[in-house]
């Protein structure tokens, strides 16, 4: 079993940055892809971006230029760099933890851009 915690998301206003992390205890294999969902009110989750223990990194078109996912400092934590925030990246920002056999989610953090 593996638990997922996700944190660092606010309220920030347009143009800011904010990072939210996800952070992963219990029984964390060593090969793994982790990835960040966002759902808007009123809309279908979407991905955003992943990262495998390979280290092979897949981003949505809109987080291209803006997003930058990477491995965090602390053990099994990978975080999500957001910049240039617009008020459509307001959102729930879930993490999901695959491994082979199983995948695990988070509950989520909010993050909202406004003025």
């Known amino acids: 079993q593996v638990t997922l915690e996700e944190s660092g998301g606010g309220l920030v206003q347009p143009g800011g940055s904010l990072r939210v992390s996800c952070t992963a205890s219990?029984?964390?294999?060593?090969?793994?892809?982790r990835a960040w969902y966002r759902q808007a009110p009123g809309k279908q989750r979407e991905f955003v971006a992943s990262i495998s223990t390979g280290n092979s990194i897949t981003y949505a078109d809109f987080a291209k230029v803006r997003f930058t996912i990477s491995r965090g400092n602390v053990k099994n934590r990978v975080d999500l760099q957001m910049t240039n925030l617009k008020p459509d990246d307001t959102a729930v920002y879930s993490c999901r933890h695959s491994e082979i056999r199983a995948q695990f989610w988070g509950q989520g953090t909010q993050v909202t851009v406004s003025s």
């Open positions: 219990g029984n964390v294999d060593s090969t793994y892809v």
